[in-house]
């Protein structure tokens, strides 16, 4: 393109590149899905359609986005984790949270009607804000992966007992909430066992655990268990890819089916089982 005498107001552009060797996590998180949530009346505490159309969009914005290694799903909001050494758009930060809140965005918009064939969106329609935020280390990004799920246990295990003493135990809004104020887990365990006959480890793992969307690279030869790709840079720690490699790696990646599974990723098992994840 040609220069013209306008072309400075360009130097006022700025932007943040996202530090090296970090894992990079994009969090988005529904505007307003309280007031949502009521407008196309999702079940309450939990309503599956609502979790599975948010899948749906998230596992379309994996295949669009190859770089996400894996993300986690918890009511309206999803975090997409890139690995250490991803480069898409050299690690500009504006880039890869504006590709990542629009693309998912345009998908849950798009997806709606298959999961709420019922329910037309009418504006206000749903829209996401997000953040980024980087993990230098395995250890940090496993305890931020913990610390939502933990988050996604408390807020179930609350939400369940509150709209059992509302739904079934005949309390308003105002008093579940009075009754539940400073309770700790066990008797929320409790009021649900001997006042609902809810035993709350029976609830679905979609509701308790969450939702961890993945590329699950035992596709080859399936139900033999055997992992056909390896993890990216499995050649050596701190060995670099050729440019040859990387491209091999990104087709082999953009290939492999993406799974969506409710499991407790607090504990070592579930990483150990797919080293590739936190490569
Ligand atoms: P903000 O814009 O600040 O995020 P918000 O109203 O979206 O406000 P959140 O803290 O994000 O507040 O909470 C999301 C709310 O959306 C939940 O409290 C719940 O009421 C509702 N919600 C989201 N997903 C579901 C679902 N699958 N089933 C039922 N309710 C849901
Ligand atoms: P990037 O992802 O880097 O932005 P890009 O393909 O979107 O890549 P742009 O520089 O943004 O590249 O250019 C947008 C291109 O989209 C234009 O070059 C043109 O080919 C096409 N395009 C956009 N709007 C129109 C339009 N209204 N009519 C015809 N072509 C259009
Ligand atoms: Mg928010
Ligand atoms: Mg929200
Ligand atoms: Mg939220
Ligand atoms: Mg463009």
Same mark, same amino acid.
């Given at each position: 393109?040609?220069?013209?005498?306008?072309?400075?107001?360009?130097?006022?552009?700025?932007?943040?590149?996202?530090?090296?060797?970090?894992?990079?996590?994009?969090?988005?998180?529904?505007?307003?899905?309280?007031?949502?949530?009521?407008?196309? $009346?999702?079940?309450?505490?939990?309503?599956? *359609?609502?979790?599975?159309?948010?899948?749906?969009?998230?596992?379309?914005?994996?295949?669009?986005?190859?770089?996400?290694?894996?993300?986690? @799903?918890?009511?309206?909001?999803?975090?997409?984790?890139?690995? =250490?050494?991803? =480069?898409?758009?050299?690690?500009?930060?504006?880039?890869?949270?504006?590709?990542?809140?629009?693309?998912?965005?345009?998908?849950?918009?798009?997806?709606?009607?298959?999961?709420? +064939?019922?329910?037309?969106?009418? +504006?206000?329609? +749903?829209?996401?804000? @997000?953040?980024?935020?980087?993990? +230098?280390?395995?250890?940090?990004?496993?305890?931020?992966?913990?610390?939502?799920?933990? #988050?996604?246990?408390?807020? $179930?295990?609350?939400?369940?007992?509150?709209?059992?003493?509302?739904?079934?135990?005949?309390? #308003?809004?105002?008093? /579940?909430?009075? =009754?539940?104020? @400073?309770?700790?887990? /066990?008797?929320?365990?409790?009021?649900?066992?001997?006042?609902? @006959?809810?035993?709350?480890?029976?609830? #679905?793992?979609?509701?308790?655990?969450?939702?961890?969307?993945? *590329?699950?690279?035992?596709?080859?030869?399936?139900?033999?268990?055997?992992?056909?790709?390896?993890?990216?840079?499995?050649?050596?720690?701190? /060995?670099?890819?050729? *440019?040859?490699?990387?491209?091999?790696?990104?087709?082999? =990646?953009?290939?492999?089916?993406?799974?969506?599974?409710?499991?407790?990723?607090?504990? #070592?098992?579930?990483?150990?089982?797919?080293?590739?994840?936190?490569?």
């Amino acid at each position: 393109m040609a220069n013209s005498k306008y072309e400075y107001v360009k130097t006022f552009e700025q932007s943040t590149t996202l530090l090296p060797a970090t894992y990079i996590v994009v969090r988005l998180d529904g505007r307003g899905f309280h007031k949502f949530s009521a407008k196309y $009346n999702f079940e309450k505490p939990n309503d599956r *359609r609502a979790l599975e159309l948010m899948n749906a969009a998230a596992t379309a914005v994996m295949r669009d986005v190859p770089d996400i290694g894996f993300a986690y @799903g918890i009511s309206d909001e999803f975090s997409f984790v890139f690995g =250490r050494e991803c =480069r898409l758009f050299d690690r500009r930060e504006s880039k890869i949270l504006t590709t990542v809140i629009s693309t998912f965005t345009s998908y849950y918009v798009h997806l709606w009607s298959t999961f709420f +064939p019922s329910k037309p969106l009418m +504006p206000p329609l +749903p829209s996401f804000d @997000g953040r980024v935020v980087l993990y +230098p280390s395995t250890q940090t990004l496993r305890d931020y992966m913990s610390w939502r799920q933990v #988050d996604c246990h408390i807020n $179930n295990l609350y939400n369940t007992t509150f709209w059992a003493l509302v739904q079934k135990g005949g309390l #308003d809004n105002a008093q /579940a909430e009075e =009754r539940l104020k @400073g309770t700790l887990a /066990a008797e929320k365990n409790e009021i649900l066992f001997s006042q609902f @006959g809810i035993n709350y480890n029976n609830e #679905d793992e979609i509701f308790k655990k969450g939702s961890i969307v993945f *590329r699950d690279y035992k596709i080859e030869g399936a139900g033999s268990g055997n992992i056909v790709a390896t993890p990216a840079g499995s050649g050596g720690d701190g /060995a670099e890819m050729s *440019r040859t490699q990387q491209e091999k790696e990104r087709k082999r =990646r953009m290939k492999a089916e993406i799974v969506t599974e409710h499991t407790d990723f607090i504990k #070592d098992e579930f990483w150990q089982q797919k080293p590739w994840l936190l490569s």
